[in-house]
Nanobody
Framework: QVQLVESGGGLAQPGGSLRLSCVAS????????MAWYRQAPGKQRELVAA???????NYAASVKGRFTISRDNTKKVVSLQMNSLKPDDTAVYYC?????????WGQGTQVTVSV
């Protein structure tokens, strides 16, 4: 089992920045993928950014160049630096850990971008 706890959500103005963090505990084996997803009201959950244990990354086209995912394998933390925020970035952001056919989710943290 893997437990994930997110922090860092909140309110930001358009053009502002927020940083999300997710601390993982439990059976953290490699190879694995840690990622951030988001779900806006009335929309499906979508991948925002993923970082694999080999250091490779994937980003949604809508956030590329604005968001940066990073991870500290020693501390079992994955972070998402979000810059140049837009109102369309408003959503609940979820941390995800995936290995093989097993995936685990955090409880989610709200990000609201508004004037």
């Amino acid at each position: 089992q893997v437990q994930l706890v997110e922090s860092g959500g909140g309110l930001a103005q358009p053009g502002g920045s927020l940083r999300l963090s997710c601390v993982a505990s439990g059976s953290i084996l490699s190879p694995n993928t840690m990622a951030w997803y988001r779900q806006a009201p009335g929309k499906q959950r979508e991948l925002v950014a993923a970082m694999h244990s080999d250091g490779s990354t994937n980003y949604a086209a809508s956030v590329k160049g604005r968001f940066t995912i990073s991870r500290d394998n020693t501390k079992k933390v994955v972070s998402l630096q979000m810059n140049s925020l837009k109102p369309d970035d408003t959503a609940v952001y979820y941390c995800n850990f995936h290995r093989g056919d097993r995936g685990f989710w955090g409880q989610g943290t709200q990000v609201t971008v508004s004037v």
